[in-house]
């Protein structure tokens, strides 16, 4: 749909950035641009809806908690405020390594975005807006503002576009097609042809999301129970875990059976996905059940996880069965599950179609590369999940902030943060379905723990001014603390005494047949640091707040020292080729011995580096030596 | 992918023949340090205590094995051609010993060399000039393309196939405790150390075979890669066979299944050759000939030596001209077969013919192949031929393909790279370490089998997961 304007005018008041929707990505890249003190404007099609959950009702989980860590440790928003409003939280894969713990929280989703929204509103330098951007303007590739629906329109030196799934999007299930976004609320239908003059490369993605069922139709006892953990660690580095104890909501597991699947089966030509209704891409790890039935026919049962969607809700979202079947075909589906018999269904569940861009055409700032001052963070950027987009979301926000004080972007690598795997994932690889972060995708997984992403990301945080000086300060102090008592530990004797063989047998440990140190004891896999005080005569006391922080990343540190060190290693090589940077204005047909497929690459993505460069399909070790020799000839 | 700037290579630095010497030069920080492991010196001084730009008389050990005597020039940098300390060792010729001191060499911690490898250092360390730039990238490139296209076009297809075989299982259990621990609501990998270990040792097996394998020097066919080209009835069977005589041994015989030559691996006087056999020669008996010589021909660009027979008791024909043509400035034997019957070919015939096809004003005339006169019938010449192929392997003329060896060298390394991380694995299980650990040497595993099919990671991970395994939501 083409925009054209009945009446247009100016708003006289001057902004610095406009952040378009108010999602998960555009509170974060908000709140960072107007905490750097930039004055901002986020405009959003309903201010009831921002930081709005339309699909799951959880923050966190397998690598997405590290992801809300990182966040929080650059001095983002969300892991505060959802340690204000979770209702039930785990560690997940406390049983494996130190890597993979990840922290999930089911959230009240009310709460979440009324307390974001109130973070948003009492903000200084920040603006709300209910607004539909219809026109990015522009100037010599040069951002210059936005116009409104009205025809009104607002100067800006930054815009950061996040608009989630609302664009031209469409919801569906069997038969029935609405021109909505998410939850019912009004879709963007203007900016992508705007965008498309802009000359961005627009794909079209799709997703979906379960139904919610009414929990006074749920028969519980049909369900198995699932608790939250008994002791709950916060996302926030500066929430006081004591705060968080709160009592907890259960969520319950039933299973799908045969007959759920003879149903699905039966219908299958009446859903819109297999009747071709459909044509976006859907992602690959959230499988709608019908996918499920039918990929893995093999499989008899599927787990349901039924989840409440807040405290003061009886809505239950039922995790598992996403689907975009029609309605009748829904509630015979949902009531064959045991427990579900006499479901009343609340919302139905549905696939959401929407326009992103093809990511590749952002630098690794987030900022596109042919046109200035435009940014783009979240779904919009061919991303799923909420922890992905604030991920996105703070950084776009931050380089936009600094290309307005002038400063180099702020860019985290692969060997930083999930969230330089996530962005160099999305600028870098071309991919056809909504990008997911997982912890397989991370090289150095082991250097990129949620337990240290304060000492990964909080310096960086301070540099860019999100973070204060007083949480930088206890940084330094816990480091310092974390240096010295891992150099103590490492030289800190203990003899083969009977004090000392106790403690072992007890902890069911093998006896020392000679003398140790309480270093080679921690390596050991059935042992830790804590179990090993009693016999750790010389153990410093830890100033309070930081004893429990300190003790854990002793551990951890000198209990994988060898994988680490290894992983360490690893991360200089790969550093080596991050820092060869790639200038702007190189022209690849004049490097006479690349191939010509490489050429082609090259020119499409315009790697920011060599190392960015190397991780191009199509690019061939050869080719980066070539690519090397050139900039090593030409630009030294 | 391996990009370690700073480790140290090591490669032969000279022909891969019979000649007096070989060289293996080695660079980078530690190759001093490696030497020195390795190198016994008059008075066991170290070389690491010898002055720069200097030569040592010593042996090359492996632990107390003495491998050869030799010399060795130390070179520290920055005034070597890398820019780097380097270090040569230079040893007897024999091809075995060459090899055996660079198997030493990686033994102790240098890498093979990448294709190009000591150019690019020397390159990036600020030995050339710019003008240079340029040529050191075609020499990258085009040394690439060959190793990547004849380091898989020398695997043996099945060796290919059990590569392909161990990756596979590698990166189903690997997807499969990725999955669980993507999503340890829906799947559980508690307890899955046992059931990995059963396949982690079935796969140290697996690699252990391979590695004899490469001991042996199955996996690769080393040697003078020889074509025999030649019309159906010139006699180019009945010749190998006289060749192959009692006393010559097949090495080994490896029909393709999958291509369509016949190789056969034998050795004269001490010289491997492998010969190729076009088979669509063979089977094209009643089909125009034409394709048969199209297909040789291809065959023989890459050759290092070309046996041409011909049949010298009828007319030469448009064919054996253009097989003629093709061959000349490269290194081939002529075999006018069927020397026992009325020749109708002689040797002058071809020479003349050979000269009318030469430029007019080439001066180069002495430059001929050699052209014997044999009879596979009689086994009559065939000491001349193993004569001529003598010297033209001790005149250097004919040579190994330096690249099939050094990339047998870095399959081999490749191999047992993934066998220790494949050990590691097992340590792991054994320890009871966490089960993200298996993932990171299995991973490792993958990836180092990866570098001799070709293969590398990209999304192999991400999409076994989604295709083997159900993820929840």
């Not at chain 1, 309903?46 to 908690?65: E, R, T, W, Y």
């Not at chain 2, 030069?25 to 020195?36: K, L, Y």
């Not at chain 2, 299980?429 to 099919?453: H, K, Q, V």
Request: glycine share 8%; aromatic share 6%.
């Amino acid at each position: 749909m083409k925009y054209s304007a009945n009446s247009v005018w100016e708003n006289k008041d001057q902004y610095d950035v406009a952040v378009i929707g108010a999602g998960h990505a555009g509170c974060e890249a908000a709140l960072a641009c107007a905490r750097l003190g930039f004055r901002t404007i986020v405009f959003t099609v309903s201010v009831d809806s921002i930081a709005l959950m339309p699909c799951n009702p959880n923050i966190g989980g397998s690598s997405k908690g590290h992801l809300v860590k990182e966040v929080d440790a650059l001095g983002g928003e969300m892991g505060k405020v959802i340690d204000q409003t979770f209702i039930q939280s785990k560690m997940l894969n406390k049983s494996k390594g130190p890597a993979v713990h990840s922290l999930r929280a089911q959230a009240d989703k009310n709460e979440y975005s009324k307390t974001m929204r109130q973070v948003l509103e009492n903000q200084e330098n920040l603006e709300i807006k209910q607004a539909e951007i219809v026109n990015i303007l522009t100037e010599n590739d040069e951002v210059t503002g936005v116009q409104l629906y009205s025809g009104m329109i607002y100067r800006c030196k930054a815009v950061i576009l996040c608009t989630g799934t609302y664009l031209k999007s469409r919801c569906v299930y069997g038969d029935v097609s609405m021109s909505t976004g998410p939850n019912g609320l009004q879709s963007a239908n203007y900016l992508t042809d705007c965008l498309k003059e802009l000359g961005i490369k627009m794909y079209r993605f799709k997703t979906g999301t379960p139904a919610r069922i009414d929990k006074n139709s749920i028969d519980f006892s049909k369900m198995e129970e699932q608790f939250g953990d008994e002791r709950i660690v916060p996302f926030s580095f500066t929430t006081n875990p004591n705060d968080v104890q709160i009592d907890q909501a259960s969520c319950w597991l039933t299973y799908t059976n045969e007959e759920t699947h003879r149903i699905i089966r039966e219908n299958l030509d009446r859903s819109p996905l297999y009747s071709g209704m459909i044509e976006g891409t859907g992602p690959r790890y959230c499988p709608s059940i019908e996918d499920k039935v039918v990929k893995f026919a093999d499989k008899n049962r599927h787990q349901v996880f039924i989840e409440p969607e807040g405290l003061g809700t009886n809505e239950m979202y039922v995790g598992g069965m996403s689907s975009s079947l029609p309605e009748d075909v829904q509630y015979a589906m949902y009531r064959s599950v045991p427990g579900l018999e006499n479901a009343k269904i609340v919302r139905n569940a549905y696939a959401i179609e929407y326009d992103c861009i093809d990511g590749r055409q952002l630098k690794p700032s987030l900022e596109f590369k042919n046109i200035h001052g435009l940014f783009s963070a979240g779904q919009f950027n061919g991303s799923s999940g909420y922890e992905e987009a604030a991920a996105q979301g703070i950084v776009a926000g931050i380089n936009a902030a600094r290309m307005l004080q002038g400063k180099e972007p702020m860019i985290l690598d692969r060997s930083e943060a999930y969230i330089g795997v996530l962005i160099d994932d999305i600028v870098t690889k071309e991919s056809h379905e909504p990008y997911r972060m997982m912890t397989s995708r991370a090289e150095y997984r082991l250097l990129l723990r949620q337990d240290n992403a304060d000492q990964r990301l909080t310096k960086k945080g301070y540099e860019v001014g999100l973070i204060n000086e007083e949480r930088y300060q206890r940084l330094l102090k816990k480091e310092e603390l974390i240096k010295n008592e891992i150099e103590r530990v490492e030289h800190a004797n203990v003899g083969a005494n009977e004090k000392v063989q106790t403690l072992l047998k007890e902890c069911g440990s093998t006896p020392l047949s000679s003398g140790s140190t309480i270093a080679e004891l921690i390596r050991r896999p059935e042992l830790t640091y804590d179990m090993l005080k009693p016999i750790d005569d010389a153990r410093p006391d830890f100033p309070k707040n930081l004893a429990e922080e300190v003790a854990e990343q002793v551990n951890i540190c000198i209990k994988y020292a060898g994988y680490i060190t290894r992983q360490m290693r690893q991360v200089e090589q790969f550093k080596k080729l991050e820092r060869k940077k790639i200038p702007d204005d190189i022209d690849y047909d004049k490097v006479n011995s690349l191939r010509i497929e490489a050429i082609q690459k090259l020119k499409e993505h315009r790697p920011a580096s060599i190392g960015q460069a190397s991780r191009i399909s199509g690019v061939s070790p050869a080719d980066i030596s070539v690519l090397l020799i050139y900039l090593g000839g030409v630009y030294k | 992918m391996n990009y370690n700037e700073q480790t140290t290579i090591a490669a032969i630095s000279t022909a891969m023949s019979n000649s007096g010497i070989g060289i293996v030069r080695m660079t980078g920080e530690d190759s001093v340090e490696i030497a020195d492991r390795i190198y016994r010196g008059k008075k066991n001084k170290k070389l690491s205590e010898q002055m720069s730009h200097t030569i040592h008389y010593g042996y090359i050990c492996d632990g107390d094995e003495v491998i050869d005597e030799v010399l060795v020039m130390l070179m520290r940098g920055p005034h070597t051609y890398t820019g780097e300390d380097t270090v040569e060792i230079n040893c007897h010729g024999g091809v075995y010993v060459v090899k055996k001191v660079l198997e030493t060499v990686i033994k102790y911690g240098a890498r093979p060399a990448e294709p190009g490898e000591f150019t690019k250092r020397a390159f990036l360390n600020g030995k050339m000039d710019l003008s240079q730039a340029e040529a050191v990238g075609d020499l990258i490139t085009a040394q690439n393309e060959y190793a990547l296209k004849s380091s898989v076009s020398q695997l043996k297809g099945n060796v290919k196939e059990k590569i392909s075989n161990i990756r596979q299982k590698i990166i189903y259990h690997t997807a499969f405790i990725e999955t669980a621990l993507d999503d340890p609501e829906h799947i559980s990998v508690d307890g899955y150390g046992e059931k990995l270990k059963v396949t982690v040792d079935e796969l140290l097996g697996d690699i252990r075979h391979l590695l004899d394998t490469c001991d042996d020097g199955r996996i690769l066919k080393e040697g003078v890669n020889t074509v025999i080209l030649g019309k159906p009835n010139a006699g180019k069977s009945s010749l190998m066979n006289a060749f192959l005589g009692e006393d010559r041994a097949i090495v080994t015989d490896i029909a393709g299944t999958t291509r369509d030559v016949l190789e056969e691996h034998i050795n004269l006087q001490g010289i491997s050759l492998n010969i190729m056999d076009t088979a669509g020669i063979r089977d094209t008996e009643d089909i125009v000939e034409k394709i048969g010589v199209d297909k040789a021909i291809n065959y023989a660009k890459d050759a290092d030596l070309i046996l041409f027979v011909i049949d010298a008791s009828s007319e030469l024909d448009e064919n054996d001209i253009e097989i003629l043509k093709m061959i000349q400035g490269k290194q081939a034997i002529i075999l006018l077969n069927k020397s026992d019957l009325d020749m109708i070919v002689t040797k002058k015939v071809i020479e003349n013919k050979v000269n009318e096809l030469q430029p007019v004003n080439s001066s180069e005339t002495e430059n001929h192949n050699p052209i014997i006169e044999v009879s596979a019938k009689e086994k009559s010449g065939i000491a001349e031929f193993e004569q001529i192929l003598k010297d033209m392997f001790y005149d250097g003329k004919l040579t190994f393909n330096d690249e099939i060896y050094i990339t047998n060298v870095r399959q081999k390394t490749a191999l047992q790279e993934a066998y220790r991380s494949l050990q590691k694995v097992n340590e792991s299980i054994e320890m009871g370490m966490p089960e993200d650990f298996y993932s990171i040497d299995l991973l490792d595993a993958y990836e180092s089998l990866g570098s001799i099919t070709g293969e590398t990671i990209g999304e192999d991970l991400v999409n076994e997961i989604f295709s083997k395994f159900c993820m929840g939501k």
